[in-house]
């Protein structure tokens, strides 16, 4: 199953904000270029992206975690 | 003989800083305890330091930031005082407060003085009725109608400004009429996403300035002096890439001017610690902006400068000591430059490199300090700040202090992770830096520019 892995390394958040929504939830459609999370690195954030269009199957990891580069963030199908 | 009194200081913060502080205790006879995250355990302030407490896993919002984890640690380890570095709880009015509640001696001012000056519109009153002039601007405007009204006042183009901004945020450029509706909407939500506070103020934008901060101390026996200034007009997105003392081709009547406004200021607010007034310069013109209430990264070009400890007087000042200089003893000795050397990659719009310091041979010589918290082999980990190391020199004046960065920048070689050393080499070069007296828009327009 194709995934969503991060590009770089820094603190994975799923909200824009810590008083907002999740920008996606298990189970959301999403197209491809939509964000689907926060990438801090630095006291700088990224966008991160899907990469393609489909169902968000699972988030392989929480809210406010550290990632690797490389390392898959999200299931999609 | 009776001893002293042990005096101890928690360090509350990480990096070259904590190394900094602890260095300065050390040389005052103190003891330093440093705190640190999960990422930083076998950081180089904890080896440093006489003790070490760990305040929490790696995200600053649960260990640096974290006000309850770092009181404990400084009442656990039996510290006396508390120094807040710069950045994290350094300029926030709560921490100082809870300081000195908790029985502790804060090292910086009052969480009055720290709230006043970190209130902008209050700090522009503050500089007004101690007769220092002041950017053309309004006071408070709490709508899109109110800020209409003032902008005809003011003038276009124009800033708007958070109120309780900082740091360069909570800043917009407005050049027309028709961009400030939207422009004040965003603002306001800006500036209460980000300080909790939306209330803004408007400023007539100035944009072929120097930037040139005043560098002040003063004790609880209600002496302020002033240490010269510093130029930090080579910005990008307004953070500071490298900075001067003195700042070059200032006249003296000027500096004279700006000097005493900047003591005029502090005294007025009873200043007690180490402080920055900072300036918009245009001409012969100057302007207040705001005020640092903290020790700044570029301290030690003023240290190589006017030969003093300024960690080291903070420390003295907040032990209730007088100042160990009159502002007579103070005189201003050739010229430095400090560069910051941050894991960003100029190439790549200064993205942050994190990763292993693999190698990492900082350089030396006559009139070179290299202030850094790592060595090699260390990490730079994605949780805080870029900065890697500063390199500053000395020299007897302007060109040769260039010379010498010229040849220390040369040696500092960092394998692991990319840096900003080549920009810094690429700006001493630039015969528009050479000459002295770039504005602060200097650097992205060489950016943008034709080359």
Partial sequence: MPTISSPLPGVFYRRPSPDQEVYVNDGDQVTEGQTIGLIEVMKNFTELKATAGGTIKEFLVDDESELSVGQDVAVLE | ?451
């Avoid at chain 2, 005052?28 to 896993?57: F, K, N, Q, T």
């Avoid at chain 2, 790592?374 to 004046?397: E, T």
């Fill in chain 2, 1 to 451: 003989m009776s001893a002293a009194p042990t005096r101890r200081v928690l360090v509350a913060n990480r990096g070259e800083i904590a190394v900094r502080v602890i260095r300065a205790a050390h040389t005052c006879g103190w003891e330093a305890v440093a705190v640190h995250s999960d990422a930083d355990a076998d950081s180089r302030w904890v080896v440093l330091a006489d003790d070490a407490r760990r305040i929490g896993p790696s995200p600053a919002r649960r260990s640096y930031l974290d006000i309850d984890a770092v009181l404990e640690a400084a009442r656990d380890s039996g510290c006396t005082h508390v120094h807040p570095g710069y950045g994290f709880l350094a300029e926030r009015p709560e921490f100082a407060r809870r300081v000195t509640e908790a029985g502790l001696t804060y090292v910086g001012p009052s969480a009055e003085v720290i709230e006043s000056m970190g209130d902008k519109a209050a700090a522009r009153r503050t500089a007004e009725q101690a007769g220092v002039p002041v950017v053309p601007g309004s006071g408070v405007v709490a709508d899109a109608a109110a800020a209409r009204a003032a902008a005809a006042d003011v003038g276009f183009p124009l800033l708007i400004k958070a109120a309780a901004g900082g740091g360069g945020r909570g800043i917009r450029v407005v050049r027309t009429d028709d961009e400030l509706d939207d422009a004040v909407a965003t603002a306001q939500a800006e500036a209460s996403a980000s300080f909790g506070d939306g209330s803004l103020y408007l400023e007539r934008c100035i944009e072929n300035a120097r930037h040139i901060e005043v560098q002040v101390v003063g004790d609880t026996h209600g002496n302020v002096v002033h240490f010269f200034e510093r130029d930090c007009s080579v910005q990008r997105r307004r953070q500071k890439l490298l900075e001067e003392a003195p700042a070059p081709g200032l006249a003296a009547t000027l500096r004279d001017e700006i000097t005493s406004a900047a003591v005029r200021l502090a005294a007025e607010v009873g200043y007690q610690g180490a402080g920055t007034v900072e300036f918009l310069v245009e001409g012969q013109a100057f302007y207040f902006i705001e005020m640092n209430t903290r020790i700044q990264v570029e301290h030690p070009i003023t240290e190589m400068v006017t030969n003093t400890d300024l960690v080291a007087e903070q420390l003295r000042v907040a032990a209730g000591e007088p100042l160990s200089v009159t502002q007579d003893d103070i005189t201003l000795s050739g010229a430095a430059v400090e560069f910051r050397i941050n894991a960003e990659d100029p190439e790549q719009d200064f993205f942050p490199s994190p990763g292993e310091l693999v190698r990492f041979d900082s350089p030396n010589g006559p009139g070179v300090r290299v202030d850094s918290g790592f060595v090699a082999g260390g990490q730079i980990v994605p949780y805080y700040d870029s900065l890697v190391a500063k390199v500053v020199v000395h020299g007897r004046d302007r060109d040769e202090a260039l010379a010498r960065a010229e040849q220390a920048l040369t040696e500092f070689t960092v394998e692991g992770v990319v840096t900003t050393r080549d920009l810094h080499l690429s700006l001493i070069a630039d015969e528009a830096f050479r000459a002295g007296g770039v504005t602060t828009t200097w650097f992205e327009e060489r950016s943008t520019g034709p080359r």
